[in-house]
Structure formats: structure tokens, C-alpha cells
């Protein structure tokens, strides 16, 4: 089975977010990154289904610059096999990436191509179900559960309430939620392995997109609130500000 | 003539109360573009009549546009896509509401239709014809302001941040001819739990639990103040989920949801950088914890410093005694 997994280079989910010089972007002073969360779900899923199958290929693509680099070798060390930087500058908006990975894919004969369901960062949930238009590919995405049998997938993925089934057959896209899997930590032994797997740099001209970033700014500070009260004694007093002052009862 | 789309949802025949919200966002879209020349057509989609659909014209549309199809009795993503891009190609802007079907829908149809896609918006204008959108990005850490310069303009909408509104429009309803589509992926079913579940993205009052509750069985204690609070949905903070104590689609924070409820009640939650981003859009915040120094107390509007498992069942008793 041949997958890919499209990875992206995020700041790690403790960061305290501080606004760059430019006003459109973070200052990346001392931000720790990290392959996104979702993206590790979409990785344990490649490495085992290529276990399970016994054979075939677990490609790593991200888009970005130079720095992706590492983060991309945190997938080499949990068990992909090689990689491919698409070196482009800037913060391309999410169908820009999405063209970017579905000219790349095209033709390479690929089962399966995973993404997270998100990114942590830019919250757009946008380019796996794009780039599976573009390539005319089944999607499905936020996935929870997930079966291949067969060249058929199986999957349910989480909608408001209740958990919606569905299925498809491969070659497909699918978006890996949380509660996948449980991804798989770097072994010292894969860390060493992940420095002589292939890692290849391509440069890419990206589109222009249609999608400007205008500002950045931090969110207004909430007025401050007060302490109500210790304990239990503190309750009615709560429950009144909550009906006649905050109106939210 | 200037056009907006609103893409309605339904789940078992029913109009989803979101679809409101939906429509209330492209109302005020289309109210601001043009010098109020738009109009709102809110698309519905189902196997024949959808309950409530025709009630939209008293909440902003000026037509609804019934696509009626076999496959539509439930979520069908590729040919619901086509439907939008064909309905999308003389349209001005589509707005989706930021849920799980218009997450999944709405980059497919910005695809098809070749233009970029803004999601999970909480407040938008227009400026020279173009629609600037707010959305919250790092989890609500940081608010980002776009553009979008190309046509149509599509959006999802975030739950919770844009009331449905009562505004008398024509409502005249047409039906949409639907085109070929190639089905690639089938939706099979829904599995609900029993008695339905109030999604804590979606819900007027989230009620989350933290460590602070110690074990699993103790969420008993926020299950009875959400049923007591009537329209409320029961949260968790990453490290319960992490532990194995609920479920994922419960978790707030920047792994998991960003709620903007009317009332966000945090119970034995320390108030991690990481769930304060998730859940301080909510219009009023209550923190009940131990620890007098929590971060929480910083986002509350109020605050009860104590044992949660003598402050929740008591709230919880005056909470009834003010519904009777």
C-alpha cells in the first residue's frame, strides 16, 4: 500500500502568541514547533495500514520552508519512509497548498493520502478535502474510526451528537481526527534511522491565492471578573448575578 | 444582480437550528453589500420536504432553493458539492456554518469553484465590494482579519456567533434542477446516542469538567447541573480526555472545540493556555475551583473558590429551584 501524509509545521499548543512586526503574522521568537497534532493522528495510520498490508511505501510531503525540514524528520523517526519538501515561502491561503500537493500527487499511484483534520494554527480544515477535489479523489474527512478492507474504506468521522458512517474506495483522501489512534513516540533507534532517509527538497511556484491577510491581532482582554464567594455559602449569590446581572440564566 | 447563498443543513428530515444562524450571517451580508441590494437565497437539501424549511423566508431569504434528490435524505458530499457549484458560479458570496458537514462541504465547493475559503468567521464586513473576515486562528489565542479577493466570496460561519434573526422576506420557493454528479463517497448512516447528544460547539450552555473532578463516574455531578440547566452540553479539558474520562467531541481547547456559548461553566479546570483559547468567546464565564490562583479565574466573569463537590450539587439544587 503506498500513502502520503502531508505534514505541517506548527507552533506547539502551549505557545503564548505574540503578534509579529509585520502585523499579519506571529513573532516566532523562542516558539517551539511541532508536527501538528492532527498530522501525527494521519501519520500512525499510514505507518501501521503499511504495516498491516506488509508492503509498500509511507511518503511524508509538507509545504513551507527550510525548517519544515525537522519536523519532518519527527515523521521519519516515527516510521515514514522518505520524504519531500515542496519549499515555498510565505503563508500561501489553503486552496494555494492544496494546487501545490495535488500537482505533486497526481500520477505517483498513491492508495491513500492523509491529512490531520485541521491545522492548530490557521484553523482552516480546508486543504485535504481541496486537494481531493482537485485530484477527483473520494474524501472523507475528520475520521475516527477507520477499516480498509479490500481497497474499500470504512470510516465514521464525529458530526454534532452522533458519529455519521460512510465508505468509499481507493485511491481516496481522508482527514484523521483525534481518537484515531494513538500516535507512535520516536524511538532512539528511529530517530538514528530518520537522518539517512531520503529527504528531498523541491522548490515550487505557488499560485497567487485569494485569500489576504489583512491583520493580526491579539483578542480583547475579557473585563475582569471577581470571586464571587467561598463554597458552597457562595452559590445563591452566583446564581442571582448569573439571572439578573449577567442574564445568562 | 448581487446573490448570496446560504447553505442550510437538515438531519433527518429536520432543519437544523444552525441553518438560522447561517442565514442570519448572509441577511447581514447581503444587507451590507450593494447598499443592501442583495439577496439571500438559502439552498436546502433533502430526499422531499424538509421540516422548517419553509419558515425561512421569516428569517432573511428572499428564496429557498429546495434541491430534492434520493441521496439527499442524508449528507452526500459530492453531489450536494455540485449542486453549490453550479448554483455558486452567479453568486456573490456562499456562507456555510462552521459544523461538521460545512467543514467538510465548503472547501470542496471553494475548490470546484476555484476561489479561497474563509472558515469558522465570527464577524465579517465589506470593504470596496470585498468581504473582510474576522476569524479566530491558534485556537481563539490570536483573531485574524482576511480579504477575500475572489468571487464568490465562501465562508463557514462560526455556531453561536451570529442569532438567528427574524426578518420577513419573500421566501418564495423554487426548486433546484440537479446535475450530474459522480458519487465517490456514500454516507451509510448516523449512529446518535440514545436520547441525542447537545453538541458543546453548538449548545447555549456548556458546562466542562476537569483533574479537578478526579474520576470518571464524578462527571455524574455535571451531567445533573447540564440537565438541570436545560440546553446544555458537558465539556471536557484536554487532560481528562487524554485519560481516557470522555470522549473527544467533548473536549474544548486547541485539540479539540472553540464554544461561544451564552454560559461556559468550568468545574475543576485549571485554565491551560491552550483550553482558554478554546472557550473565551463565551459570552459569560464561571469558574469553580479549589485553587484561588487558577489561570481560570482570569477569563471568569465569576468566580467560586471552593470543593466542587460541595459547589456543584448545590448549584445544580438552585439551578432547579429557579427553573420551577
Not at chain 2, 458537514?101 to 470593504?127: I, M, Q, Y
Not at chain 2, 426548486?175 to 441525542?196: D, L, Y
Amino acid at each position: 500500500m503506498k500513502i502520503a501524509v502531508c505534514l505541517k509545521r506548527v507552533p506547539d499548543t502551549t505557545t503564548k502568541i505574540v503578534i509579529g512586526a509585520d502585523g499579519v503574522s506571529i513573532d516566532e521568537t523562542g516558539v517551539k514547533f511541532v508536527p501538528n497534532p492532527y498530522d501525527e493522528y494521519a501519520i500512525e495510520a499510514a505507518i501501521s495500514l503499511k504495516e498491516t498490508a506488509g508492503t509498500g511505501e509511507a511518503v511524508v510531503y509538507s509545504l513551507g520552508g527550510d525548517a519544515a525540514q525537522e519536523t519532518m524528520r519527527t515523521a521519519l523517526a516515527m516510521g515514514m519512509d522518505r520524504g519531500v519538501l515542496l519549499q515555498a515561502p510565505g503563508s500561501p491561503d489553503g486552496l494555494v497548498i492544496a494546487k501545490a500537493f495535488a500537482a505533486e500527487l497526481e500520477d505517483q499511484g498513491f492508495d491513500l493520502v492523509l491529512f490531520g483534520k485541521m491545522a492548530v494554527d490557521d484553523y482552516n480544515h480546508q486543504v485535504g478535502p481541496m486537494t481531493a477535489e482537485l485530484l477527483a479523489l473520494p474524501c472523507i474527512t475528520a475520521v475516527a474510526h477507520l477499516d480498509v478492507t479490500d481497497g474499500t474504506i470504512t470510516a465514521d468521522r464525529e458530526i454534532e451528537g452522533a458519529l455519521e458512517s460512510s465508505t468509499c474506495t481507493l485511491p481516496a483522501v481522508l482527514t484523521c481526527e483525534k481518537g484515531l489512534n494513538t500516535p507512535r513516540l520516536p524511538k532512539l533507534k528511529g530517530i538514528m534511522a530518520a537522518k539517512k532517509k531520503p529527504l528531498e527538497v523541491k522548490p515550487v511556484d505557488l499560485d497567487g491565492g485569494g485569500l489576504e491577510v489583512v491583520s493580526l491581532e491579539l483578542p480583547p482582554d475579557r473585563p475582569p471578573g471577581r470571586i464571587v464567594g467561598e463554597g458552597a455559602d457562595a452559590v445563591p449569590d452566583l446564581v442571582n448575578l448569573l439571572r439578573t446581572e449577567a442574564k445568562a440564566l | 444582480m448581487t446573490s448570496i447563498l446560504a447553505v442550510t443543513e437538515q438531519r433527518d428530515g429536520v432543519l437544523r437550528k444552525v441553518s438560522l444562524e447561517t442565514l442570519a450571517a448572509a441577511r447581514q451580508l447581503a444587507d451590507a453589500m450593494n447598499g443592501g441590494g442583495a439577496t439571500v437565497d438559502a439552498v436546502v437539501f433533502g430526499e422531499g420536504d424538509v421540516k422548517g424549511a419553509d419558515e425561512l423566508g421569516g428569517y432573511g431569504a428572499d428564496r429557498i432553493q429546495t434541491a430534492n434528490h434520493a441521496e439527499f435524505a442524508r449528507y452526500a458530499p459530492d453531489g450536494q458539492a455540485a449542486v453549490l457549484e453550479v448554483l455558486g458560479r452567479s453568486a456573490d458570496a456562499i456562507v456555510f456554518a462552521a459544523t461538521a458537514t460545512g467543514r467538510d462541504l465548503a472547501p470542496r465547493v471553494a475548490a470546484r469553484l476555484g476561489v479561497a475559503c474563509a472558515t469558522d468567521v465570527t464577524a465579517f464586513g465589506v470593504e470596496d465590494g470585498k468581504l473582510v473576515a474576522t476569524r479566530p486562528v491558534y485556537a481563539g489565542k490570536a483573531l485574524q482579519k482576511v480579504r477575500l479577493t475572489a468571487s464568490p466570496a465562501v465562508l463557514s460561519i462560526r455556531p453561536n456567533t451570529f442569532p438567528a434573526t427574524e426578518v420577513a422576506k419573500a421566501g418564495a420557493i423554487e426548486s433546484v434542477s440537479i446535475p450530474e454528479f459522480s458519487r465517490r463517497v456514500t454516507v451509510t448512516g448516523t449512529k446518535a446516542p440514545e436520547g441525542g447528544v447537545l453538541d458543546v460547539a453548538e449548545a447555549p450552555i456548556v458546562v466542562s469538567g476537569g483533574r479537578g473532578l478526579k474520576e470518571p463516574a464524578n462527571f455524574r455531578l455535571l451531567e445533573e447541573l447540564a440537565a438541570a440547566l436545560g440546553n446544555a452540553a458537558v465539556g471536557a479539558s484536554r487532560a481528562v480526555v487524554d485519560a481516557g474520562w470522555r470522549d473527544h467531541a467533548a473536549q474544548v481547547g486547541q485539540t479539540g472545540k472553540t464554544v461561544s456559548p451564552g454560559l461556559y461553566v468550568a468545574v475543576g479546570i485549571s485554565g491551560a493556555i491552550q483550553h482558554l483559547a478554546g472557550m473565551r468567546t463565551a459570552k459569560v464565564i464561571v469558574a469553580i475551583n479549589k485553587d484561588k490562583d487558577a489561570p481560570i479565574f482570569k477569563v471568569a466573569d465569576y468566580g467560586i473558590v471552593g470543593d466542587l463537590f460541595e459547589v456543584v450539587p448545590r448549584l445544580t439544587e438552585e439551578v432547579k429551584k429557579l427553573r420551577e
